[in-house]
T-cell receptor, first 113, second 115 residues
Framework: QKEVEQDPGPLSVPEGAIVSLNCTYSNSAFQYFMWYRQYSRKGPELLMYTYSSGNKEDGRFTAQVDKSSKYISLFIRDSQPSDSATYLC?????????????FGKGTKLTVNP | GAVVSQHPSWVICKSGTSVKIECRSLDFQATTMFWYRQFPKQSLMLMATSNEGSKATYEQGVEKDKFLINHASLTLSTLTVTSAHPEDSSFYICSPSSTNSYEQYFGPGTRLTVT
């Protein structure tokens, strides 16, 4: 079992739809939970991070963490064509004295106008 | 977010040659530099971690003699792919970090194609 599981999609939705992206994980030692957006042939861009169970909202984006179920989600409201990208979940863990990020495979999202 | 640059953004080289990729953090001091590799339709895989002025720590399966990392200053790190082979063709991304891992920002990436 991989440490972080993420459905690669692809996911295609109409403009204005609510998008739900999810990751599950197996390592209880993960401390921080991040969501990155990556456009084609570009580096990942940090969208949101959380460290505790619950919801965190930032504009049209809501990050949700459920540590008891080892499950995190990213919700995008009123999705726009410009949201079309690959979304990567990432989790941090202290290993060998340094913080390391473990990434999901990424979910490719297309928002159709 | 932080401003990170990588150079070159795209490079094609012949098998057996070496390629150097530069990563600069333009608006903060990167005490730690992470180098990742991303194959098509795959996630980012950490290759190595380096702290300024120290030797890099490589992940299992990553050849330290093939992927030379230099982190001589707080704003510059380089990754040199030595004796490149076609299987080294990938997207290489640096990620400088100053404090906590959740403030880890990424460079725009360098696409390496080895022919």
């Amino acid at each position: 079992q991989k440490e972080v599981e993420q459905d690669p999609g692809p996911l295609s939705v109409p403009e204005g739809a609510i998008v739900s992206l999810n990751c599950t994980y197996s390592n209880s030692a993960f401390q921080y939970f991040m969501w990155y957006r990556q456009y084609s042939r570009k580096g990942p861009e940090l969208l949101m991070y959380t460290y505790s169970s619950g919801n965190k909202e930032d504009g049209r984006f809501t990050a949700q963490v459920d540590k008891s179920s080892k499950y995190i989600s990213l919700f995008i409201r009123d999705s726009q064509p410009s949201d079309s990208a690959t979304y990567l979940c990432a989790m941090s863990v202290t290993q060998g004295g340094s913080e390391k990020l473990v990434f999901g495979k990424g979910t490719k999202l297309t928002v159709n106008p | 977010g932080a401003v990170v640059s990588q150079h070159p953004s795209w490079v094609i080289c012949k098998s057996g040659t070496s390629v150097k990729i530069e990563c600069r953090s333009l608006d903060f001091q990167a005490t730690t530099m992470f180098w990742y590799r991303q194959f098509p339709k795959q996630s980012l895989m950490l290759m190595a971690t380096s702290n300024e002025g120290s030797k890099a720590t490589y992940e299992q399966g990553v050849e330290k003699d093939k992927f030379l990392i230099n982190h001589a200053s707080l704003t510059l790190s380089t990754l040199t792919v030595t004796s490149a082979h076609p299987e080294d063709s990938s997207f290489y991304i640096c990620s400088p970090s100053s404090t906590n891992s959740y403030e880890q920002y990424f460079g725009p990436g360098t696409r390496l194609t080895v022919t």
